[in-house]
């Protein structure tokens, strides 16, 4: 079945740094989704991708989708503490509407 | 704002027995999921379900989990007989679109314990 990674697991970055979480897929998307999970917390939708290549931003965040729509990436520009949680990407296929969850990048700031 | 509500939000059970989590989706939602995420893991599909059957379901949802709506807005999840790899988080999600596309709204869960 459908496979989804995500790199890496966890990421300590002092405030100010940057950020990037990685994820592949072992099929092609239709699409896919990015989710944050604060800690104790449940998932919460930040985007949707759809187009091969298409690139989005949210203020300091940065999402992409891969030419082949296998992978994608989300960057974020001088971390904040508010920024602390686990990024999921969730890959949807054109067979049903379930999204496959990736494992997750917990990320850490130090002030 | 509109959500997705659960209860409750903490079940602690002895193995072998029957549990029901609770969902409330967002009313004009047409898609419901259930997810759980084991702690400190991913979150994983269950199972999907839409004009009161189920749509999709994962190789986790076997036949101790049930899934029913039993009037116009509650949606439950049902265990019929929990062991000790039952204990997650379990989420209630709900989606918009009639084709299950798009933003996942999700409740903020139920956690099992199984002892």
């Known amino acids: 079945g459908q496979q989804v990674m995500q790199i890496p697991q966890y990421q300590h970055v002092q405030e100010g740094e940057d950020f990037t979480t990685y994820c592949n897929s072992s099929?092609?998307?239709?699409?896919i989704q990015w989710y944050k999970q604060r800690p104790g917390g449940h998932p919460v939708f930040l985007i949707q991708?759809?187009?091969?290549?298409e690139v989005k931003k949210q203020k300091r965040l940065t999402f992409q989708f891969g030419e082949a729509k296998k992978n994608s990436s989300l960057h974020i520009t001088a971390t904040q503490t508010t920024d602390v949680g686990t990024y999921f990407c969730?890959?949807?296929?054109?067979?049903?509407?379930?999204?496959?969850f990736g494992g997750g990048t917990r990320l850490m700031v130090k002030p | 704002e509109p959500e997705v509500t659960q209860t409750p939000s903490h079940q602690v059970t002895q193995m072998g027995q029957e549990v029901i989590l609770r969902c409330v989706p967002i009313?004009?939602?047409?898609?419901f999921y259930w997810y759980r995420q084991i702690l400190g893991q991913k979150v994983e599909f269950l199972v999907s379900?839409?004009?009161?059957?189920?749509?999709?379901k994962s190789e986790i949802f076997d036949d101790q989990f049930s899934v029913e709506r039993p009037d116009g807005s509650n949606f439950t999840l049902k265990i019929r007989s929990t062991k000790l790899e039952d204990s997650a988080m379990y989420f209630c999600a709900s989606v918009r679109d009639s084709q299950g596309h798009g933003e996942l709204f999700f409740g903020e869960g139920s956690r099992l314990t199984v002892l």
């Open positions: 009313s004009n939602h047409l898609y």
């Open positions: 379900f839409y004009n009161n059957e189920i749509s999709e």
């Open positions: 991708l759809v187009k091969s290549g």
């Open positions: 099929t092609t998307l239709s699409n």
């Open positions: 969730a890959g949807g296929n054109n067979a049903g509407n379930m999204l496959t």
